[in-house]
């Protein structure tokens, strides 16, 4: 009992972190946008235009400052991809500046910890669910015991 | 499978990505289908039903041609470009803007899209797509109907009006007689234009598997009428300010140079392959300066620089 009570208050302790309220993700800003070079790539010197039908679109984005190069080709869209591959330029860049040491941004130890929660949540609630049915069970079995026991003393004394 | 016309394992991978989001994992009899047609040389486009173009999604059907990045990268650097140029803000009057051979209708759809926001109550935008396809025409409209709704929502929302019309490009009566029914603005602004430019004998040789069997010939296989038309009817006949037509070689560029009038400035871009790309020309005794369109979309899009000295020693 004591051992239960124990186990709630450390877990109010550390669930600090909510889904709704991570670290925002990092932006691309107007700056970033004019220390960076856009290539798109479409591989190869051979025929263009209508002659061939290419279905996909990569957009390779470096940051000459820092030397970054990120590529993204994660969808058909060449516009998506142009957006996703500054996201993840935003996230990089954002990686480098922290110096907390693990080289991690804010949102990802957030979400790392929320990952964390959510399984120490898990693992207690099933726990749980598996405490009440040791319990119930251990009932049903002391029961059967007695009345086993009841039949043995009727016997023995029959 | 997917390999017949995929180079590279990661490609068909993605590729097969994508048919799952479509067809999902578990109807695999569909998934199996559509891979075959794809081991077939069909488009990838015509299975899936569209391509991303800009910030829209066009439908691809079968009878028309899939728009292509090459378009795509030019069309939106010339609506950066008109963006840029603050001339719609400034002056007073209506634009409008054509386009020719107009296909799925990716390139004045995006026109629409990407300027709709400039117009105001004193300025209108007209934008006429024309096309000889029946097919192109009506998978136009129906581009237009997924995008925008309706014509009379997009009146009321903007100040812009959307026309398609069937048209024979090269039949010059039919084109002015279309063109004598506008009361309201006649002279269009900008005559954008992807006509069917590789030349017969490339076709064979040069041209994809996947094309070369899939996608309709009439607007792949062409090499001068269109750029001949555009200098004796358009420029010729003084119908148009500027103008940007797509080009598949470097003859087709310089031809349309070569037979510019004087007062015409003009310029070849390349696209992000390095390939020639474009050709663009404006009139500089129009009431408009077009040089603040042209100059920026010279800017986003690599010149051909030689061009202009070889032109000369011609």
């Known amino acids: 009992m004591i051992r239960t009570i124990h186990r709630s208050i450390s877990a109010t302790a550390i669930r600090a972190v909510k889904r709704n309220h991570l670290p925002p993700r990092s932006k691309f800003t107007e700056q970033m946008e004019t220390e960076c070079t856009e290539v798109f790539i479409h591989g190869g010197s051979g025929a263009g235009g209508q002659k061939i039908n290419k279905t996909n679109s990569k957009v390779q984005l470096k940051h000459i400052p820092s030397g970054i190069v990120v590529t993204s080709q994660i969808t058909r869209s060449r516009d998506q991809n142009r957006k996703d591959a500054r996201e993840r330029m935003a996230y990089e860049l954002q990686k480098l500046d922290i110096d907390n040491g693990s080289g991690e941004a804010p949102r990802d130890v957030a979400l790392r910890q929320l990952k964390q929660q959510n399984k120490k949540a898990k693992s207690k609630k099933s726990s749980k669910k598996y405490q009440l049915h040791k319990e119930v069970n251990d009932q049903l079995k002391h029961e059967q015991d007695l009345q086993d026991q009841e039949i043995l003393r009727k016997l023995l004394n029959g | ?314």
């Open chain 2, 1 to 314: 499978m997917l390999m017949a016309e995929n180079r590279t394992i990661p490609h068909a991978r993605q590729e097969l990505r994508w048919l799952i989001q479509k067809f999902g994992s578990n109807n695999s009899a569909t998934l199996f289908r559509a891979c075959l047609e794809r081991n077939r040389h069909v488009p990838l486009q015509y299975i899936l039903g569209s391509q991303p173009f800009g910030m829209l999604d066009i439908k691809c059907k079968e009878g028309v041609l899939i728009p292509r990045w090459e378009t795509e990268e030019w069309c939106l650097n010339l609506t950066d470009s008109i963006k840029r140029s603050k001339l719609i803000n400034s002056g007073a009057s209506n634009w409008k803007i054509m386009d020719l051979c107009t296909g799925s209708g990716c390139i004045p759809l995006t026109m629409i899209n990407e300027t709709k926001n400039l117009f105001s109550n004193q300025t209108r935008l007209y934008v006429d797509a024309l096309d000889y396809s029946p097919i192109a025409i009506d998978l136009s409209k129906l581009n237009f109907k997924t995008n925008f709704d309706n014509k009379v929502a997009l009146s009321q929302n903007f100040n812009v009006s959307f026309n398609i019309q069937k048209c024979n490009i090269l039949n010059e009566p039919e084109i002015i007689q279309y063109l004598g029914k506008y009361k309201e603005k006649r002279k269009i602004n900008i005559l954008t234009c992807n006509p069917p430019y590789i030349p017969h004998h490339e076709f064979i040789k040069d041209v994809r598997s996947s094309v070369r069997m899939y996608e309709p010939k009439l607007a792949l296989i062409g090499n001068l009428e269109f750029y001949k038309n555009l200098n004796d009817l358009w420029v010729g006949k003084n119908l148009i300010d500027s103008f940007v037509y797509e080009i598949g070689t470097l003859e087709q560029a310089l031809y349309v140079q070569n037979n510019l009038p004087s007062s015409w400035i003009s310029g070849i871009t390349l696209d992000s392959n390095n390939k020639a790309r474009c050709i663009f020309g404006y009139n500089k005794e129009a009431n408009i300066d077009y040089s603040k369109i042209f100059n920026h979309f010279k800017q986003t899009a690599k010149v051909y620089a030689s061009i202009a000295n070889s032109d000369v020693t011609k």
